[in-house]
C-alpha cells in the first residue's frame, strides 16, 4: 500500500471512538461510543472484524485485559491506535473537510 | 439444594444468568477459537447483562440473537477463507474421527441407525420426485391439461372422458386452447411379420403427439387427412418396435405393416424414451371418427389440450363447460341437454401430470410420512445414545472448561461431531438407497408410473445432505445443549450424582424415549390398518374361485380375417372345443372380459316394468359377452335359474343372465329377476328384449378394492330386432381351469389348439385369473409391506430405547437399590419399582402415539379397504401390543436389578 491508506467509513468510525476513549477502548465501549454519537445500532461482529482488518492494516494494536466480571469471567481486548493509525484518521478528516467545504448552506434544504 | 439464596462463595456459572445458549453455541460455531473469540463473546454478555437490567430480560435476548445473526453473516464468510481457522476445523474433524473411531461400537449403531432413516427417506424421496414433483417430460408440460368431464348425478363425481363430439366442438370453437387431442390406449394385431402378434398400440387425433411436442425421430406425424375414414392407411411404430421388429431399420419408412388385417403405411418412427401418458405403445393409429356420424356420447377417450399462454386451468374449465350445449346442438342423435342436465355433466379440466400420475400420489406421500417417522426414531435413538456417551464425558468436558475452553467452543465442537455422524450416515443411507430403490421398484405397484424417471439426481442428492444435517442438528442440539455447559464443580468431584443436571439429564432421556414410543406406535397402527385391509380384500368374493388354477388369454377375429359374424361363432366354438380337448383342462369358455381384466364395456339397460321419466338418463350397467360354461369354469355360484347354452348361441337365443347386486336393484328378492326382460337402452330404437334366466353372484370386476359391479351376461352373438343382422363379439378371452398344477404350463398347447383353427389369430394378454386379481391389490399389498417394514425398524428402535433407558436408570441407582434391600426391601418390589417407571413411561407414551395416530391416520383413509382410520381394534390392540414389547423390554433391567446383592452394591461406592 502506498503512503496513504485510505479508510472505509465504519473503520473510521471505529477508530475515531478508540482514540476518543483512550485507554477504555475495548469492543462493547466502542460499540457503546459509536451508537451513542450516531444514533445507529452497531453489530458486534462488524465491529469486530473492523478491528481485526485495522490491526492488519497497522492502524491499531490490541491487547488483552484479564478476565472480568461481569462479562462472563471473559477478557476485554482493548484497541489503541498506532501512529500510522492516528495520520490515516487526520488525513481522512482533512479529506472530508475538502469536500465538504463550501457545501453547508446547500445542506440546509435537506434537513 | 435450596434454589434462590445464593451461596456466598465459590462458582456461580450456574445461577447467574446467560445470554440465550443457542445463540452462544451457534456464535461458538463461526468464532475462532482463544482469547480474540472470547472477547467477542464477553463484548456481547456484556451489553446483554446492560440491556437486560435497563430493558428487560426479553428486550436483552432479541437483542443478542439479532447480534448473533449478523455476526455469524459477517464472520462466516471471513471464516471460509482464513487458512488458520480452515486448519483448525480440519484438526478439529481430525479430532472426532479420532474419538468416533475408538469408540466403534457407538459409532457403528449411531451411523447405522441414522443410515437406514436417511436411506429410506432418500430412497422414497426419489420415487416421489420422480413421480410427483419433476415436470412431465414435455415441451412447456405446465401448460398441457387433461380435458375430463364429470357426472355427479348418475355416479361419475369425475373421470368422464372426453367424446369425439365434444373434442371436434372444442378444437372448432374453444378460446384458450392452443391446441386440443384425444386418444386411447387399445391393443391390435398385427399379421404378416412372424408370428400373429397382439401390441399394445395408442390411438389418437393427428394433433395429439405435435400438441405434446414430440418429434418422430424419422419420418412426420400424422396429417388431418390421414384421421379421416377416407383417408389413407397409416401407422407409426414406437421406438421399441422398431427395433424389435425391423432392427431399427432406417428404410423402414414406405413399407406396409398389417395392422388389425389392414395393410398400412409406415410414415414415421417416435423416438426413444417416450412414454407417452403411461402407454408403452409398439404402434400409433390415427382414430379416422367420421365427423358426419357423431352423436353425443361415446365418453370413452381421455383429452388432452395445450393451454395459451397465461390462461389459467380455471379459465380452460369454463370455456370447456360452455361448449357442452354447443356439441349436443352440432352432434344430435346421442344425449339430449335433459340428460346431461339430470347427470349434472359438467367439465374437469385439470393439469395433465394428474392424469398421468393417478392414484399412486396418495400412496407416496403416505410413505414418505411413513420414513419421515422413522427418521425421527432414529434421530431419538441417537440423541438418547449421544446422552449416555455424554454422561461419560461430562468429566472430560468439565476439565475442559475449567481450563479455559468456551462455553460456545465445547458446544460447536459437540455439534461437529454429531454433524460428521450424520453425514457418515447420510453416506451410509445412500448407498442403502440405491439398493433400496431397486427394491422398491420391483415390489411397487405394476402400474408406478413415470418408473424410468426416478433416480439418484441432484435434487435427491440435495434432499439426502439436507435432512442428514438435519438430522444431525436435532439429535446433537439435545447433547450440546445438554453439555455445552457442564456442570463444572459437580462434575469434578467424584461420584457427583443425583444432581439438579443429572435430574434434567434424565428428563430428557425420557422425552425421547416417550417421543420414540408414540412415533412408533403411529406406525404400527398404519399397519395395524394395513393388515386389516388386506385381510378385508382376501375375504371379498370377486366372483370366481380358485384363481390360479385359471388361466386367461385373448383371441381377436378382425373382420379382414372373416367377415361374417356366424363364422366368428364358430370359429370360437371350435377353438373352445379344442381348448377342452387338451389334456389337463377341466373346463374351459370365452367372454369378452375376464373379471378384472380391465376390458370394461357399459351401456344403457332399459329393465320390462321399469319406464323412464322424459329425459330421466337410463341407468348404465355393465355388459359381458360369453359363450357357454362360463360361471362353471370361473367358479361363480348360481344363485337362480340357469346358465347360458351352446343351443342358445346357436338358436341365437334371447336370453341373459344378471349378477345379483343387479337383481336387487329392481326386486327385493334377486331370484324374482328369473323370467324377466330387459333390453339393449338405444334413445328411439325399439331393440328387442331378452329373458333373464338365471341370476350368479356379484363380481368385483374394477378390482376387488371397489365395490362390485352390476352386470349383464349378454350370449356372445345377437341378432337385431328383425332377426336379419347379426352382432358377434370379434375379441374374446378364453378362461381355462386346468385340472391341477399351473395353468400357464398349458399355453403351448392352448396355443396349438387356437392355431388349428386360424394360424393368423395372435393370442394375447396371457394371465391367470390370479394376476388380475393381485394387480387390483398391488398397491394395498405394497402399502402395506412397506409401513410393515417402517414400523418393524420403528418397533426395534424403540425397544432399543426403552431398554437403554431402563438399564441406564438401573446402573445408576444401584447403591439406592442397594440401601433399599439393606433395608429390608424384597426383590420383588425392587423389580416392581423398576418396572414401574419404565410402564409409565411406555403409558405416555402409548397415549401420546395413540392420539396422533388418531389424527394421522385419517390421511391414509383412502388406501384403507373395509376398515375405519380410526378402527378401534386395531388401536387397542397396537396399544397393548406396544405396552407389552416395552414391559418385555424393561424385564430384564428389572431382574438385573432385583440379583443386586446390597454389601457389592454399598462397597462399589
Not at chain 2, 328387442?688 to 349378454?714: A, L, M, Q, R
Not at chain 2, 403409558?843 to 392420539?851: D, P
Request: aromatic share 8%.
Amino acid at each position: 500500500m502506498g503512503d496513504r491508506t485510505f479508510l472505509g467509513e465504519f473503520e473510521h468510525l471505529v477508530l475515531a471512538a478508540a482514540l476518543r476513549l483512550g485507554e477504555g477502548a475495548y469492543g462493547a465501549a466502542l460499540m457503546r461510543e459509536i451508537e451513542e454519537r450516531t444514533g445507529r445500532s452497531v453489530q458486534a461482529g462488524s465491529v469486530y472484524i473492523t478491528v481485526q482488518r485495522l490491526e492488519e492494516k497497522g492502524l491499531v494494536r490490541c491487547t488483552l485485559g484479564e478476565p472480568t466480571e461481569g462479562r462472563g469471567g471473559r477478557p476485554k481486548r482493548f484497541v489503541t491506535p498506532t501512529p500510522a493509525g492516528v495520520r490515516a484518521l487526520a488525513d481522512h478528516r482533512e479529506a472530508m473537510l475538502r469536500i465538504w467545504d463550501g457545501l453547508e448552506a446547500d445542506l440546509e434544504g435537506g434537513r | 439444594m435450596s434454589r434462590g439464596a445464593p451461596r456466598p462463595s465459590g462458582p456461580r456459572r450456574r445461577a447467574a444468568p446467560a445470554p440465550p445458549r443457542l445463540a452462544t453455541g451457534l456464535l461458538g460455531l463461526v468464532l475462532p477459537p482463544g482469547s480474540d473469540g472470547d472477547a467477542l463473546l464477553g463484548d456481547m454478555e456484556e451489553l446483554w447483562r446492560e440491556r437486560r437490567a435497563g430493558r428487560g430480560a426479553l428486550s436483552a435476548n432479541l437483542w443478542y440473537l439479532g447480534q448473533t445473526l449478523g455476526a455469524v453473516l459477517h464472520l462466516l464468510p471471513r471464516q471460509l477463507n482464513d487458512k488458520s481457522i480452515m486448519d483448525h476445523l480440519v484438526r478439529q474433524l481430525r479430532h472426532i474421527v479420532r474419538r468416533l473411531a475408538r469408540a466403534p461400537l457407538f459409532t457403528g449403531v449411531a451411523v447405522l441407525t441414522l443410515a437406514v432413516g436417511i436411506g429410506s427417506n432418500t430412497a422414497i424421496f426419489s420415487v416421489v420426485d420422480g413421480v410427483l414433483l419433476k415436470p412431465l417430460p414435455f415441451k412447456d408440460s405446465a401448460r398441457l391439461v387433461g380435458i375430463w368431464f364429470k357426472a355427479p348425478g348418475v355416479g361419475f363425481p369425475t373421470g368422464v372422458p372426453d367424446s369425439p363430439a365434444l373434442h371436434y366442438t372444442i378444437a372448432a370453437s374453444n378460446h384458450t386452447f392452443e391446441d386440443v387431442g384425444m386418444y386411447k390406449i387399445g391393443t391390435a394385431s398385427v399379421t404378416g411379420v412372424g408370428d400373429p402378434e397382439q401390441v399394445p398400440v395408442m390411438r389418437v387425433t393427428w394433433r395429439t403427439i405435435p400438441l405434446l411436442g414430440i418429434r418422430p425421430l424419422l419420418g412426420r406425424t400424422f396429417t388431418e387427412e390421414e384421421d379421416t375414414p377416407d383417408g389413407p392407411q397409416t401407422v407409426i411404430l414406437g421406438y421399441g418396435y422398431w427395433q424389435r421388429r425391423f432392427g431399427g431399420d432406417r428404410t423402414v419408412l414406405g413399407r406396409t405393416l398389417t395392422v388389425d388385417a389392414v395393410a398400412r403405411e409406415i410414415i414415421g418412427v417416435m423416438p426413444k424414451g417416450v412414454d407417452l401418458l403411461g402407454s408403452d405403445a409398439d404402434l400409433y393409429l390415427p382414430f379416422r371418427f367420421n365427423q358426419k356420424t357423431l352423436g353425443m356420447g361415446d365418453f370413452s377417450y381421455p383429452g388432452i389440450g395445450r393451454l395459451k399462454p397465461g390462461v389459467t386451468v380455471a379459465e380452460a374449465d369454463a370455456d370447456v363447460a360452455r361448449m357442452i350445449p354447443l356439441a349436443v346442438e352440432r352432434y344430435p342423435g346421442g344425449f339430449t341437454q335433459g340428460m346431461l342436465k339430470q347427470a349434472r355433466f359438467a367439465a374437469d379440466v385439470h393439469p395433465l401430470k394428474q392424469d398421468v400420475v393417478g392414484d399412486v400420489g396418495k400412496v407416496l406421500w403416505v410413505l414418505l410420512g411413513t420414513v419421515g417417522i422413522v427418521l425421527l426414531i432414529a434421530c431419538a435413538n441417537v440423541a438418547n445414545l449421544f446422552l449416555v456417551r455424554g454422561e461419560g464425558r461430562q468429566r472430560e468436558l468439565a476439565v475442559r472448561t475449567a481450563m479455559g475452553a468456551s462455553r460456545g467452543t465445547i458446544f460447536g465442537e459437540l455439534l461437529l461431531e454429531s454433524l460428521v455422524l450424520a453425514v457418515a450416515g447420510g453416506l451410509v443411507g445412500l448407498a442403502l438407497a440405491f439398493g433400496g430403490l431397486k427394491l422398491l421398484v420391483a415390489l411397487g405397484p405394476t402400474s408406478l408410473p413415470r418408473l424410468q424417471e426416478i433416480g439418484i439426481d441432484p435434487t435427491v442428492l440435495g434432499f439426502t445432505l439436507g435432512i442428514s444435517l438435519l438430522a444431525g442438528v436435532l439429535f446433537g442440539l439435545f447433547p450440546a445443549l445438554r453439555h455445552g455447559e457442564p456442570d463444572t464443580v459437580s462434575a469434578l468431584k467424584e461420584g457427583g450424582r443425583g444432581s439438579s443436571a443429572g435430574k434434567r439429564q434424565h428428563l430428557a432421556r425420557n422425552a425421547l424415549v416417550v417421543t420414540q414410543m408414540a412415533l412408533a406406535l403411529v406406525l404400527l397402527v398404519g399397519s395395524g390398518l394395513m393388515i386389516r385391509s388386506f385381510r378385508a380384500l382376501r375375504s371379498v368374493q370377486p366372483g370366481f374361485t380358485d384363481p390360479r388354477q385359471v388361466v386367461t388369454f385373448r383371441v381377436t377375429i378382425p373382420s379382414a380375417e372373416e367377415k361374417n359374424p356366424a363364422q366368428v361363432v364358430l370359429d370360437y366354438q371350435q377353438m373352445v372345443d379344442r381348448v377342452r380337448a387338451v389334456p389337463g383342462v377341466a373346463s374351459a369358455a370365452v367372454t369378452s372380459s375376464a373379471t378384472m381384466d380391465g376390458y370394461t364395456s357399459n351401456d344403457a339397460i332399459a329393465v320390462q316394468g321399469f319406464p323412464l321419466e322424459k329425459d330421466q338418463i337410463p341407468p348404465i350397467r355393465r355388459y359381458k359377452w360369453i359363450g357357454e360354461d362360463y360361471f362353471a369354469t370361473v367358479g361363480n355360484p348360481l344363485l337362480a335359474g340357469r346358465s347360458i347354452t351352446r343351443s342358445d348361441i346357436d338358436d341365437r337365443a334371447r336370453v341373459v343372465v344378471v349378477t345379483e347386486d343387479f337383481a336387487r336393484d329392481y326386486w327385493p328378492d334377486p331370484r324374482d329377476a328369473v323370467g324377466k326382460r330387459l333390453r339393449d337402452f338405444v334413445t328411439g330404437q325399439q331393440t328387442p328384449w331378452y329373458e333373464i334366466v338365471g341370476v350368479v353372484g356379484d363380481i368385483h370386476d374394477d378390482g376387488v378394492n371397489k365395490p362390485s359391479v352390476p352386470t349383464v351376461f349378454w350370449p356372445q352373438v345377437l341378432r337385431d330386432a328383425y332377426g336379419d343382422t347379426l352382432y358377434a363379439r370379434r375379441s374374446m378371452a378364453f378362461v381355462v381351469r386346468a385340472k391341477s398344477g399351473d395353468p400357464t404350463t398349458l399355453m403351448p398347447e392352448l396355443r396349438k389348439a387356437v392355431w388349428a383353427v386360424n394360424p393368423n389369430l395372435p393370442v394375447a394378454r396371457v394371465r391367470t385369473l390370479a394376476q388380475w386379481e393381485a394387480r387390483s391389490m398391488a398397491s394395498t399389498s405394497f402399502t402395506l409391506i412397506m409401513l410393515g417394514i417402517a414400523a418393524g425398524v420403528a418397533l426395534f428402535l424403540g425397544v432399543v430405547g426403552i431398554y437403554g433407558v431402563i438399564s441406564y436408570v438401573v446402573s445408576q441407582r444401584t447403591r439406592e437399590i442397594g440401601v433399599r434391600m439393606a433395608m429390608g426391601a424384597e426383590s420383588a418390589d425392587v423389580s416392581r419399582m423398576v418396572i414401574r417407571e419404565a410402564a409409565v413411561l411406555a403409558g405416555l407414551g402409548v397415549v401420546a402415539g395413540l392420539a396422533a395416530s388418531w389424527g394421522l391416520t385419517r390421511l391414509m383413509a383412502s388406501l384403507l379397504y373395509g376398515v375405519s382410520p380410526s378402527d378401534p381394534a386395531t388401536f387397542a390392540a397396537v396399544g397393548v401390543l406396544l405396552s407389552l414389547v416395552a414391559l418385555v423390554a424393561s424385564w430384564v433391567p428389572a431382574y438385573r436389578a432385583s440379583r443386586v446383592d446390597p454389601v457389592e452394591a454399598l462397597r462399589f461406592e
